[in-house]
T-cell receptor, first 114, second 119 residues
Framework: DSGVTQTPKHLITATGQRVTLRCSPR?????VYWYQQSLDQGLQFLIQ???????AKGNILERFSAQQFPDLHSELNLSSLELGDSALYFC?????????????FGNGTRLTVT | AQKVTQAQTEISVVEKEDVTLDCVYE???????LFWYKQPPSGELVFLIR??????QNEISGRYSWNFQKSTSSFNFTITASQVVDSAVYFC????????????????FGQGTTLQVKP
């Protein structure tokens, strides 16, 4: 068990809808990352927060947004969903949020858009 | 540009065989970090190892060993006496470059190698 908790495990929704994925990092970790895993794109970095502030941004669509709250949990909001957004979304956390910090991943949220 | 290449898409071995998963990376950084992760059929990503670019010593952990060669930009992973429980997708990853933005722990992943160990 990595100590990173993601909810829900599975989500099925329709095109055009909006969903929120939730992540609780490991105890003591200040940094949270979001990754998208799809068959064609592999593991793609979306965004990183460190202690409530955005630290790095990847290929995150404008329809997607994230935030990290004072208690350090994070939410990833996906709106105007399209079929192509179907993927496994991972949250990861690390202590310092820097290059030498291993990321510890949650079990992922599998999103299916129909 | 930062890039990680895992040329082997799928490997199939019989239990007790040794198997090596290849990883080749590209970076302009002089200091960087390399990682291996395992994704079993259940889907979670499990951290296996981290190496920094200044430490080229090979590492062994039980049946797992890693060979880091800076001269060939490779960080290969060997499983000795493979077992069915080793069946998974294995990812090699590289730390993002230092740049104008803050030091970040974001990782660049290879496409993964699916290892199937048959009994």
């Amino acid at each position: 068990d990595s100590g990173v908790t993601q909810t829900p495990k599975h989500l099925i929704t329709a095109t055009g809808q909006r969903v929120t994925l939730r992540c609780s990092p490991r105890s003591g970790d200040l940094s949270v990352y979001w990754y998208q895993q799809s068959l064609d794109q592999g593991l793609q970095f979306l965004i990183q927060y460190y202690n409530g502030e955005e630290r790095a941004k990847g290929n995150i669509l404008e329809r997607f947004s994230a935030q990290q709250f004072p208690d350090l949990h994070s939410e990833l909001n996906l709106s105007s969903l399209e079929l192509g957004d179907s993927a496994l979304y991972f949250c990861a956390s690390s202590a310092e949020g820097q290059r030498n910090s291993p990321l510890h991943f949650g079990n992922g949220t599998r999103l299916t858009v129909t | 540009a930062q890039k990680v290449t895992q040329a082997q898409t799928e490997i199939s071995v019989v239990e007790k065989e040794d198997v090596t998963l290849d990883c080749v990376y590209e970076t302009r950084d002089t200091t960087y970090y390399l990682f291996w992760y395992k994704q079993p059929p259940s889907g979670e990503l499990v951290f296996l190892i981290r190496r920094n670019s200044f430490d080229e010593q090979n590492e062994i952990s039980g049946r797992y060993s890693w060979n880091f060669q800076k001269s060939t930009s490779s960080f290969n992973f060997t499983i000795t006496a493979s077992q069915v429980v080793d069946s998974a997708v294995y990812f090699c990853a590289l730390s993002a470059p230092l740049g104008l933005s803050s030091n970040t722990g974001k990782l660049i992943f290879g496409q993964g190698t699916t290892l199937q160990v048959k009994p």
